[in-house]
């Protein structure tokens, strides 16, 4: 198993190989994004960072490669949509789709999207990730480049979520900080009790 994370300023891969006997090894590589090329998604300059990166883990000229890419809020649109509290439990993709492609401005069928539902003091929330057309073709033409097939989306935010939402007192409504330390610079997210407080990356 792949996993491969293009993140706000960096990009990281970790693979872990599991053979049916013996003992399972992990190979791992990290890059950092300068500043000035971090700013802007260009393909033609990421690759050669994306280059720089299966080097550094070994995974360069191994042939077609399948990974789980984790992406970084840089590449989302982030909505929080309040779930009416007499919808059951069966409508709400249909009630999410529907806010979506309905109510929401600049998103269209053609997106695509993933969400998880937090309840929190009686109140039902969607938090939903929208990965748009444009972006979707680009991430996949940067790793065409190196024979990469992706098996599954993460969003970053999520996942970093999941890691102290335990910690939260779900009664407060102040938000949470999140910083990261980079090389360069430092990125943060804004998360509250319920999530992803806003998809803005505080630089």
Do not use: C
């Not at 706000?8 to 190979?27: C, D, M, R, W």
Request: hydrophobic letters at 35%.
């Amino acid at each position: 198993m792949t996993i491969l994370s293009l993140l706000q300023e960096s990009l990281h891969i970790v693979s872990i190989n599991k053979p049916y006997f013996g003992k399972a090894t992990t190979t791992e590589g990290s890059v950092t994004i300068s500043p000035e090329h971090a700013q802007q998604f260009d393909v033609d300059i990421w690759a050669t960072y994306v280059k720089k990166l299966l080097e550094k883990a070994n995974r360069a000229n191994k042939g077609k490669q399948k990974v789980h890419l984790v992406l970084g809020q840089r590449f989302f649109t982030f909505i929080r949509i309040d779930i009416p509290v007499e919808t059951p439990s069966s409508s709400v993709p249909e009630y999410i789709r529907h806010h979506l492609f309905e109510s929401t401005q600049g998103i269209t069928p053609q997106d695509s999207y993933v969400y998880e539902t937090v309840t929190n003091r009686g109140t039902v929330y969607a938090n939903v990730y929208v990965l748009s057309l444009q972006i979707r073709a680009q991430v996949q033409t940067l790793l065409d480049l190196f024979d990469i097939s992706v098996e599954k989306i993460y969003p970053e935010a999520p996942l970093l979520f999941s890691t102290f939402s335990h910690t939260l007192n779900k009664n407060k409504t102040e938000p949470v900080f999140f910083l990261e330390y980079g090389q360069y610079q430092s990125t943060g997210l804004m998360f509250d009790a319920q999530g992803l407080f806003d998809g803005q990356v505080r630089v």
